[in-house]
């Protein structure tokens, strides 16, 4: 079992950035690949950004190539979301999920799921 809990959404002016964290609990997070998924009102949930378990593979939505990053600390137990050069199309609820297989752009792959948290890019 693992728990997810996101923290570091806001409201950020056009350009600007942010970083979101995904703390988990359990021993095993180390062994799960770590995704980050997004959805806007009236819209489905998609796939933002995923990284192997190791760290050493990542992949992401064409687009935040390039202005996000997805990073991980096994030791803290802790996902991140660096978002740089944000737009208001960027508003939307953030989650991270994890995997126990290999990273996945797929959201019915993850086994668990966190609450999410908002961020907001004004123009």
């Known amino acids: 079992q693992v728990q997810l809990v996101e923290s570091g959404g806001g409201l950020v002016q056009a350009g600007g950035s942010l970083r979101l964290s995904c703390a988990a609990s359990?021993?095993?997070?180390?062994?799960?690949?770590m995704g980050w998924f997004r959805q806007a009102p009236g819209r489905e949930r998609e796939f933002v950004a995923t990284?192997?378990?190791?760290?050493?593979?990542?992949y992401y939505a064409i687009s935040v190539k390039g202005r996000f990053t997805i990073s991980r600390d096994n030791a803290k137990n802790t996902v991140y979301l660096q978002m740089n050069s944000l737009k208001p199309v960027d508003t939307a609820v953030y989650y991270c999920?994890?995997?126990?297989?290999?990273?996945?752009?797929?959201?019915?792959?993850?086994?668990?799921w966190g609450q999410g948290t908002q961020v907001t890019v004004s123009s």
């Open positions: 999920a994890a995997n126990a297989g290999p990273p996945t752009i797929r959201p019915y792959d993850y086994d668990y």
């Open positions: 359990g021993r095993t997070f180390s062994t799960y690949a």
């Open positions: 990284i192997s378990w190791r760290g050493d593979t990542s």
